[in-house]
């Protein structure tokens, strides 16, 4: 659909430097469509925190006048970012009236910034999409008339202490009022059907073109990884508490003294340091990096992993990295988390308990192959962004000629 333009309003800033659902997305939609990437908004006690960070920085002087910033992105010069003004911290709030209260005012903060871009680029054919930020703006009010209120939903809020104080309750609200609700993977379609029945299946994906430069030409050997002369067990991702299986990240070291863990990501919980990773001789934890770095890192593991694990949470994830590891034909082995991650079965080593996880990591290493490495290339080009753009558009066309018809 070239003659709409797209609203996104987003959880995830546009100066992450880590991988997200919607800054993928909208590199891919703004190759046919007018972007306006609305910024998750600082609370005032992010501001302050964040008082000397670069980013905060450069946008103090118009927060502190409590008003709204256009942002350009260096690498998406035709996508218009946006920075809201200042609101309120408030999840720390039990339910009840007053939460609802302020709730409501951060809400207009968010509306009325969206009222603005609105009026300044005088758009009339437009939808509006938020990505998991039920906290503003879930859906625009009808005076705003957005063509379509589209939901994406890419994780399952009661399973984290934070999120599930008021964002499952406020999601589900969200999710009843919009026209399309997209989730990512097939247990949040079980989950959140019920909600609204325009629900569907938008699997995470992946940029080929960045993930394949592992597998073009040789790259730099990351500094990380300049001493190790072994072969590399490689993963990818933040480093939290809710997902990963830290008693098997301590297992596969000792049981693989001879290879080292290599583990790339944010450090956003210490719990690794309960394990013992951090005193391992074999065992690196690089802290995050850029997405753009990951190719290098990818090209000189010889197997990922993903030791996700087993519970409510991880059942309802379709994990960015699948596609990340096999765009650059590393050989995967992951734990049984998921319903989709056992739709990777042909490409990928699925695992039922502990051993058999660190038993499948000799087996992928001795069995990778150039026919494999290509197999997994080609699963992965099944699932790149520019495929769930086309998806994204058939389930907006169909909807989109449903109102034409009411009109």
């Known amino acids: ?43 005032i006690k992010d501001f302050i ?16 006048l409590n008003r709204m910033r256009y942002e350009t992105i260096a690498e998406l010069p035709e996508v218009v970012a946006v920075q809201p003004p200042l609101t309120l911290p408030i999840n720390w709030m039990k339910p009840g ?16 910034t969206i009222r603005q871009v609105v009026k300044d680029y005088k758009l009339k054919n437009y939808i509006y999409l938020n990505c998991f930020n039920p906290y503003y703006a879930g859906f625009l009010p009808k005076d705003l008339k957005p063509k379509l209120n589209i939901y994406q939903c890419i994780d399952d809020m009661t399973e984290e202490a934070y999120t599930a104080k008021h964002g499952a309750r406020v999601e589900e609200n969200v999710i009843r009022q919009t026209d399309v609700a997209l989730v990512t993977s097939s247990n949040l379609l079980r989950l959140k059907k019920h909600l609204n029945p325009n629900t569907y299946v938008l699997n995470n994906a992946v940029d080929t073109t960045i993930f394949e430069q592992a597998l073009e030409k040789p790259l730099p050997r990351p500094k990380e990884l300049q001493d190790i002369t072994g072969k590399i067990i490689g993963f990818t991702g933040n480093i939290n508490e809710y997902r990963l299986n830290y008693p098997l990240f301590r297992r596969i070291a000792e049981s693989h003294p001879d290879k080292t863990l290599v583990m790339v990501g944010p450090l956003n919980s210490e719990t690794y340091k309960e394990y013992g990773l951090d005193k391992l001789p074999n065992v690196i934890l690089t802290g995050g990096k850029h997405i753009r770095e990951l190719p290098a890192f990818l090209q000189h593991f010889d197997v990922t992993i993903i ?8 059942a309802s994830i379709y994990p960015l990295k699948i596609n990340e590891y096999l765009a650059a034909g590393k050989p995967v082995v992951a734990t049984n988390f998921s319903e989709d991650i056992r739709g990777f ?63």
């Not at 919607?22 to 306006?36: D, I, Y």
């Not at 670069?54 to 502190?64: A, C, G, Y």
């Not at 007053?98 to 968010?110: A, C, G, H, K, S």
């Open 1 to 43: 659909m070239q003659n709409l333009d797209i609203i996104y309003f987003t959880l995830f800033p546009w100066d992450n430097a880590y991988s997200s659902v919607s800054l993928s997305f909208t590199r891919e939609f703004a190759k046919n469509n007018r972007v306006f990437y609305i910024n998750h908004p600082y609370s």
């Open 49 to 64: 925190n964040g008082w000397n960070q670069p980013m905060v920085k450069l946008r103090r002087k118009d927060m502190l």
């Open 97 to 112: 009236a007053m939460y609802d209260r302020l709730y409501d005012f951060n809400n207009r903060i968010i509306v009325n």
């Open 307 to 314: 030791p996700f694990l087993l519970n409510k949470l991880t």
């Open 345 to 407: 079965a042909n490409d990928i080593y699925i695992a039922n308990h502990e051993e058999e996880f660190v038993q499948l990591i000799h087996r992928a290493i001795a069995e990778n192959s150039q026919d494999l490495i290509a197999r997994r290339v080609a699963t992965a080009h099944q699932n790149s962004w520019k495929e769930r753009v086309r998806q994204f558009w058939e389930i907006v066309d169909e909807h989109l000629a449903e109102v034409r018809q009411t009109a």
